[in-house]
């Protein structure tokens, strides 16, 4: 199995945070309609976009799924924005960032036809102002989110972002005291952060403003559904086979690849963004770096590459998804504990000595927050990293468990 490296700073940025779009575009929450763009196929066998059927088809008839998975993160990881959508405040008394740079600030605005991030430069009476209108929110929220806006049919990202333990900040990788709206988001970003979106290049950051599909939408991991739909709704005509993809049901290799997709760095792509099919060879799409076990690998976005590193990983046939329930938001490190027990026995070596701690919470301590350096804010003149949680399981000292 191939094993994954470092990720490059676009997606790294974005990993933490949420999508969008305009007018014209669908929510999550609403009923997604099948994608009515072109074709876009790496060869002959990629499924046609119009064979997508989107979520609210699935919840027809797998109700409690659909309605546990649209409180995961991987389901908000983009959203259009909205007073829901956004975390970050709008009052007079909350909606400014100040810089460094006392001639310039930033302010954000609520109107009655969308949200705006304004920069402010200068000093009375010769002021400027740039404003650009949220288009997208990217980022579950659970750490913070980042924000893009439409210039035409090109995707930048805004330069304030906001951080659930801050407030509102530069965005990450962004200069203290710059008003920088030039930074573009490329295709490999958007194909983390969302089910679809068409990519009309040059430049790389155009795409089409219709029929995207914001959020990780079941069909991003169970492939097109209207075939499967047709299925069980016509049995008399003699079908069989579900016609849909069932992860749980690939081989351990098509499992990894799967995740490995998003969570496993940036890589080069060796195809068009978003025409990877699960349960294909990811190698055919995303070339991954060969391993290097003597690299430093950031806990931040390098899940896949980690948690390969782990003894239990290479002692065992678990998957991302022997502890993860795709389908459910997981906050209860006891029930992740649960899955440590089946193969570590509280009776045995160094359990007794250690507690009930053991048997409720084994995460905290082989599998810690870390500090990333991937996501670095620069507020105030002070520097801020967020705390992910590591996959390399294995023992860690008290120092390292913080580093």
């Not at 309609?33 to 609210?56: E, F, L, M, Q």
């Amino acid at each position: 199995m191939r094993v994954i490296s470092t990720i490059g700073l676009i997606l790294v940025l974005l990993t933490a945070f949420n999508i969008f779009a305009q007018s014209k575009t669908r929510s999550l929450q609403e009923p997604l309609s099948p994608v009515a763009s072109p074709s876009r196929t790496r060869d002959k066998t990629s499924p046609a976009r119009d064979n997508y059927v989107g979520d609210a088809a699935c919840g027809s008839c797998h109700r409690e799924q659909f309605d546990t998975f649209h409180q995961t993160a991987h389901s908000v990881t983009s959203r259009l924005p909205d007073k829901n959508s956004i975390l970050g405040k709008f009052s007079p008394d909350a909606n400014a960032l100040k810089t460094s740079n006392p001639e310039l600030s930033f302010r954000m605005d609520q109107r009655e036809d969308g949200f705006f991030q304004t920069a402010v430069q200068g000093t009375a009476p010769y002021i400027t102002e740039r404003t650009e209108r949220f288009g997208l929110v990217i980022g579950s929220g659970g750490k913070g989110q980042t924000y893009l806006f439409w210039k035409g049919d090109l995707l930048f990202q805004l330069p304030v972002s906001y951080w659930t333990e801050l407030g509102w900040v530069n965005s990450p990788g962004y200069r203290d005291g710059i008003a920088d709206f030039d930074r573009p988001i490329v295709p490999r970003c958007l194909e983390c952060h969302a089910t679809y979106f068409e990519s009309t290049p040059p430049p790389p950051n155009r795409y089409g403003k219709a029929g995207f599909v914001v959020g990780i939408t079941c069909e991003k991991c169970h492939g097109p559904g209207r075939e499967h739909m047709q299925r069980e709704n016509s049995r008399v005509l003699g079908a069989s086979g579900s016609a849909i993809l069932n992860p749980a049901q690939f081989s351990r290799d098509r499992q990894m690849a799967l995740c490995a997709w998003c969570h496993a760095g940036q890589g080069v792509s060796l195809a068009r963004a978003f025409s990877y099919l699960p349960g294909e060879p990811l190698d055919k799409y995303l070339e991954l770096p060969q391993p290097d076990p003597n690299a430093m690998v950031d806990v931040h976005g390098s899940q896949v590459e980690l948690l390969e590193r782990s003894r239990c990983f290479q002692s065992s046939a678990m998957t991302c998804l022997t502890c993860h329930d795709v389908h459910t938001a997981q906050h209860d490190l006891s029930l992740f504990s649960r899955r440590c027990l089946s193969c570590h026995k509280p009776e045995t070596a160094m359990f007794p000595k250690l507690g009930h701690q053991v048997t409720s919470n084994c995460i905290d301590c082989h599998m810690p927050r870390q500090d990333t350096n991937l996501i670095v804010f620069d507020r105030n003149g002070k520097k801020a990293r967020p705390q992910v949680r590591s996959h390399w399981i294995k023992s860690y000292t008290a120092s390292t468990r913080s580093n």
